[in-house]
């Protein structure tokens, strides 16, 4: 299998975990709102694709700080 440059992590990274995440979130969301009766697949895929829009351009702008405080607080 191909493998892309290490200079991409910076975006496969936040990539996979905003896929990863809002797909979670959005499925116990839509679940808890709605309840298994109300569920549809259609439904949660329109939740999971709104949250996912908003969810990997908010990774790409934080992750700089996420890392610089997370140096911060962990002892090297």
Do not use: D, E, N, Q
Request: glycine letters at 6%.
């Amino acid at each position: 299998m191909p493998r892309l440059p290490a200079k991409t992590a910076g975006l496969v990274m936040p990539l996979l975990l905003s896929i990863m995440m809002t797909c979670i979130v959005s499925l116990v969301s839509t679940l808890s709102t709605l309840g298994w009766s109300a569920f549809t697949f259609t439904g949660w895929l329109s939740a999971w694709g709104l949250s996912w829009v908003i969810a990997f351009p908010t990774l790409l702008l934080v992750m700089p700080m996420v890392k610089k405080l997370t140096s911060y607080l962990v002892h090297a």
